[in-house]
């Protein structure tokens, strides 16, 4: 709904402002300049980027069509998991846990979360972490810098999506020049002719320019943007879990664990620890 928000606020302000200027709508629609800098563009993207980026590209585009999921009731939900599951680590200690970090889509504490049950990067690296220490494959001394490069790298990949749609926005105005030098071009063609033909392509021409950078700075540096926002929600999401982790394996109670992964959250997602308190009494009555 924001996106089409937006999009309604600068369409319509840009064709309001082109009304009151006595501008006729039908000059615009060129539909051989949207061809030539629509095309080149997609073509630059495709040729310039790997498979995987085009692919995240595409789903994250069309992911700005719904409402952003990382809303703060599913960081609250989140808190709660966490706090379910060390309490089951601390009643039993990490073979309690077994259940639930082998086989995840059984464990009946995570599928009362379906949100992070569906999140299968941050399933991993929860579950994942507990296995090695479990195992002792990782020492808990070592355990910050294995969590670090884990996120970073996943982040890194991750922002290789919103950095190929903004150069492709970028390219937007290069491409809307070809499109008007290629309208000066057919417009010579026909210098000879009547007037008012050659001030309709030359104003065919000027419309690649202005697609080019409508485009630009309009739509696809917005979109790009966006998907950036939504990726740094995911992130945060998974520093929260970091936060978890690193307090369980320094030995933190329950409650302590869920307010080290608290303090980790964005000011504007983050609960009050009234709040945590009483969705630990929730859990608890849960579990009782």
Known sequence: MQLIVGFVIVFGSIIAGYLMHHGQLGVLLQWNEFLIIGGAGIGAFVVGNPAPVIKGSVSRLLGLLKPDPYKPEVYADLLKMIYEIMQIAARDGLVGLD??????????????????????????????TLKSLSSGAIEDHHLADVLDADLEKHHNEEKMIPAAIT?????????????????????????????SEIGEKVAAALVGTFLGILLAYGVIGPMASAVEARLESEHTYLICLRAALLAFARGDAPKQTAEAARRSLEPHVRPTFSELEALMKGTKTQNA
């Open 99 to 128: 259940q639930h970090i082998e086989d995840p889509e059984k464990s009946p504490v995570f599928k009362k979360y379906p949100f992070f049950l569906a999140n299968h990067h941050a399933v991993a690296f929860f579950t994942d």
């Open 167 to 195: 150069k492709m926005g970028d390219a937007m105005p290069g491409f809307g020049i070809v499109a008007a030098v290629l309208g000066v071009v057919i417009t010579m063609q026909s210098i000879g002719g009547a007037a």
